[in-house]
């Protein structure tokens, strides 16, 4: 079946670093791909999106490249804040039917000034 | 954007007891709405699709006779947790789907069972 992984947290940065988190994906098809953030206290977000190969999906200086040989969807941001401590699910959809979401596991980014 | 509203967001119930939880979409029309259930530092897991008008959908391993949904209306579905065991304790998190596909999801209700 479907299922996604992302790399373990807890991350911690210093404000304006870079970020990279890492999610891969096993799917059949052609799924879309989603990362969402959940910040303290609220519910998901849906931070960006791709849904196709090469598609690259950006919102808030985040990026993530929808990478069909490599089956990844890697988040990026080249300078973090603290407003940004959250934690980030990758998430893919079946192609067809219901759309159903598959998550992975979260990774919590923390942000220190 | 979007918002969906989940009410109660905590609930602390006696084991047996019956607690009911409900989704509504606030601005839009969800034909389809999901219930996930979130584990303490886990992922969201997937237990039902909740389709208006019709019986909902459950995932493999999720008793459905436990775990009753209904979505009656377009802008709202409900969970009901029956004879609710501290197993059961957990957070429940609900999703609803656009005409677009994007799915927006609820702030989650914490359920507490002693």
């Known amino acids: 079946g479907n299922s996604v992984t992302q790399m373990e947290g807890p991350v911690t940065l210093s404000e304006e670093a870079f970020l990279t988190i890492n999610c891969t994906y096993t799917a059949t098809g052609y799924p879309s791909l989603f990362w969402y953030v959940q910040y303290p206290g609220e519910g998901l977000q849906l931070l960006l999106k791709a849904t196709k190969a090469d598609d690259k999906g950006s919102n808030k200086g985040f990026e993530a490249t929808y990478r069909k040989e490599t089956t990844s969807f890697h988040l990026e941001k080249g300078s973090v804040q603290v407003s940004d401590s959250a934690v980030y699910f990758c998430?893919?959809?079946?192609?067809?039917?219901?759309?159903?979401?598959?998550f992975g596991q979260g990774t919590r980014l923390t942000i220190n000034p | 954007g979007a918002v969906v509203s989940q009410h109660p967001s905590r609930v602390i119930c006696k084991s047996g007891t019956s607690v009911k939880i409900e989704c509504r979409s606030l601005?839009?029309?969800?034909?389809?709405m999901f219930w996930y259930r979130q584990f303490p530092k886990q992922s969201l897991m997937l237990m039902a699709t909740s389709n208006e008008g019709s019986k909902a959908t459950y995932e493999q391993g999720v008793e459905k006779d436990k775990f009753l949904i209904n979505h009656a209306s377009l802008t709202l579905s409900t969970l009901t947790v029956t004879s609710a065991h501290p197993e059961d304790s957990s957070f429940y998190i609900c999703?609803?789907?656009?005409?677009?596909?994007?799915?927006?999801f609820g702030p989650g209700t914490r359920l507490t069972v002693l």
């Open positions: 998430a893919l959809s079946d192609s067809q039917g219901a759309q159903k979401l598959v």
């Open positions: 999703s609803a789907r656009d005409s677009r596909g994007t799915q927006y």
């Open positions: 601005d839009f029309q969800a034909t389809t």
